[in-house]
């Protein structure tokens, strides 16, 4: 290995991938240095290289501990404590108990006693640590001494239910007739009650409702936000906050139901005259509902309300809320606190939701999407220190994409993630998991490594760097516990070997759709349902794949081919695509489903998945009125309109949420799946991963 392997190695910087099981592609050493340098590793020549790693392993050596330290609970202790010189002091200072959320993170469970000790040759912990994160000091016999985080995470998340059932659903396309032109936070919670007591769904799983990037037009993907901490006020039920009712001013009164009218007119467009969803114009009207809102005084116990969140959220809420009013291009001073309000409001609806979901009855209640990163113009990239400049994240080179993906996602920086003691991480989750009953992590390899891209480089030229998974997991499983939530992990697509059983081992469900789950191994057949992994979420289709009906009659090619983005020719995408889906339809058929037409076949997939140990299995809402219209087409961007179509039946026709629970194919389909996602025991020999 030469020294810039070595070097970059040191840095978790991966000179070489694979990205098939018999191909290792080597990675530029073009790439190696700018990555290298995005770190604050500068290697301008062959002795500054020697240079660099002489003192980086000089460093590693002369290091008593690591930046930080996992346990896990009734597991060994961590090996670094064993490595430690006889005679070694340490001294556990635990978690705070939390006052601002800047400070100390929530309280940890147990005593909050200092407590010391010497590990001795086996790295022991003492008995009875809390679980939680917190500072430990080493003393060694020579005087030297040595701070680390150590996180005490349970060994397992909570676990899922036996088997439950749910809806997966893009917000935003679902409007009711209450709606201002877009889906909210109380067409959540009404759908909710809806598929928990007229068809006992467990779960409803929506799209990241992360806070957006300000601007004209706003960028619509909701896997692109300014911030992943806190969410966004567009998504609001503006007559929904009680202001609304306590609003006695008439001018006011008056303009909020000139208001409302408006909204009802972008709704009508969207619904009866083929219009997209326009989320600046929503947000447009809403904002200054809102404005008029923020003028009305507030009861003694809303105040009180207010001031706790403010309390709990600490610093990181009025950094975000300057940030909004600078974006808006106000005076942050003058105008922070209107925007610390609308996240209040937001918390507040969101929270809302999750209890509406659990009193109907709803063993999960809503599953929350996190985004795999943040735009690089967002509240979270420009604020704080974490995110690295000048480059983005993706993936490499695959059967799917020739020349590999370019997100446009700034990636954290791990050197800085585990100096911080992954308190932004520890944020971030426990800002979610305040409204979730369980959380779907987007790309969630990205806890193990991410494709990093420099900036003026091809996708192609990018490289692998590696984050502490076991720190990131262990964080991530801390919180959860914390919350009573579970975790679904998206594991789709390449996944490094060992992570897939790193993540089942501490209790996070996989993802499976149904057209990838093929014997890949073997001669790639479609998985029967008993060879399928129970620990996961089971769904026919994703956001970024054609509904079920699409597939079934082969519109998705014809799509693609129209707008010019087969880089193969059509009738070799047609034919292939047929056989795929001959290929499961048959399977189908030999299982006894029936596949006699489109809605037939569509309750045949949802069949099939509740005869997997799958513990979750997830409608596509679209897939319950025969949607055919993707909501995202990858590899688009003003080709098609992603993120900004309403749910629609079979003939295109916009519905309202009223429609689509009064619609006998959506009735139909959602009772044979309560039918049968009754518990079921896992076949003999069913995988656990």
Not at 95 to 109: L, M, Y
Not at 404 to 425: F, K, S
Not at 537 to 566: F, I, N, Q, W, Y
Request: net charge negative; with cysteine.
């Amino acid at each position: 290995m030469d020294d810039l392997s070595r070097l970059a190695e040191l840095h978790g910087i991966a000179t070489a991938y694979r990205p098939a099981a018999d191909v290792t592609a080597t990675v530029p050493p073009a790439t190696v240095a700018a990555v290298l340098g995005l770190l604050g590793v500068a290697t301008d020549g062959p002795g500054d290289v020697r240079a660099r790693l002489a003192a980086a392993e000089a460093e590693a050596v002369a290091r008593p501990l690591p930046p930080v330290l996992v346990g896990w609970a009734g597991e060994p202790p961590p090996v670094a404590l064993a490595a430690l010189p006889p005679g070694t002091r340490v001294r556990l200072d635990p978690e705070e108990a939390e006052g601002a959320e800047g400070a100390g993170a929530a309280a940890a469970d147990g005593a909050a006693a200092a407590v010391e000790w010497e590990p001795g040759p086996a790295g022991a912990l003492p008995e009875g640590l809390p679980l939680g994160v917190h500072r430990i000091t080493a003393t060694l016999p020579d005087g030297r001494t040595a701070a680390a985080t150590l996180i005490l995470a349970p060994d397992r998340a909570p676990a899922a239910p036996a088997r439950t059932h749910g809806l997966l659903v893009q917000l935003y396309s679902l409007l009711s007739e209450r709606s201002w032109g877009m889906g909210d936070l109380g067409d959540l919670a009404a759908l909710a009650r809806w598929a928990a007591e007229t068809h006992g769904a467990g779960f409803v799983q929506v799209n990241p409702l992360h806070a957006a990037v300000p601007g004209t037009p706003t960028d619509p993907s909701p896997y692109r936000p300014s911030s992943r901490r806190f969410p966004d006020p567009v998504h609001l039920r503006v007559e929904d906050v009680p202001e609304f009712a306590d609003c006695a001013d008439p001018r006011a009164r008056a303009e909020l139901a000139d208001l409302a009218d408006r909204g009802a007119q972008l709704r009508r467009s969207v619904l009866e005259k083929g219009a997209l969803i326009d989320r600046d114009a929503v947000w447009a009207l809403k904002r200054r509902a809102l404005e008029l809102l923020y003028a009305v005084p507030r009861t003694p116990e809303r105040a009180a309300a207010y001031r706790r969140f403010r309390a709990e959220q600490g610093p990181a809420l009025d950094t975000h809320a300057a940030w909004c009013a600078s974006a808006a291009g106000e005076e942050p001073r003058e105008r922070g606190d209107f925007h610390r309000w609308l996240l209040w409001l937001t918390d507040t609806q969101l929270a809302a939701a999750q209890r509406a979901a659990r009193d109907a009855g709803m063993s999960v209640g809503i599953v929350h999407d996190l985004a795999v990163g943040v735009h690089p113009d967002g509240s979270d990239a420009l604020t704080g220190p974490f995110h690295a400049r000048h480059v983005s994240v993706g993936a490499p080179p695959d059967a799917f994409n020739a020349r590999g993906q370019d997100w446009g996602l700034p990636p954290w920086r791990p050197d800085r993630l585990a100096a911080a003691g992954y308190a932004p991480l520890r944020r971030l989750l426990r800002g979610v998991f305040r409204y979730a009953g369980a959380l779907r992590i987007d790309h969630v390899m990205g806890l193990f490594r991410l494709w990093w891209i420099p900036e003026g480089m091809p996708p192609a030229d990018g490289a692998y760097v590696g984050y502490d998974g076991e720190a990131m997991l262990a964080v991530l499983v801390l919180e959860a516990h914390r919350a009573g939530a579970l975790v679904i992990g998206e594991d789709l697509g390449t996944v490094e070997p060992g992570v897939r059983q790193a993540l089942s081992r501490r209790g996070v469900l996989g993802t499976s759709v149904l057209w990838f789950e093929r014997d890949w191994a073997g001669g790639g057949a479609p998985l029967p349902p008993e060879a399928w992994r129970s620990d996961c979420l089971a769904t026919a289709t994703t956001h970024d794949l054609p509904p079920s009906a699409a597939k079934l009659a082969g519109a998705h090619v014809e799509l693609r081919d129209r707008l010019g983005l087969l880089t193969r020719p059509a009738e070799l995408e047609r034919a292939e695509d047929a056989a795929d889906t001959a290929e499961w339809l048959e399977l189908l058929d030999g299982l006894g489903l029936e596949t006699k037409d489109e809605e037939a076949a569509v309750q045949a997939l949802y069949a099939f998945l509740l005869r997997t140990p799958a513990r979750m299995v997830g409608v596509w809402l679209p897939d319950a009125v025969g949607d055919r219209r993707p909501q995202n087409l990858p590899g688009t961007w003003d080709q098609y309109p992603n993120w900004r179509l309403p749910l629609a039946d079979a003939s295109g026709r916009p519905l309202t949420l009223e429609e689509l629970t009064a619609s006998p194919r959506a009735n139909a389909l959602l009772s044979a799946v309560r039918e049968g996602a009754g518990p079921r025991t896992a076949p003999p020999g069913a995988r656990a991963v």
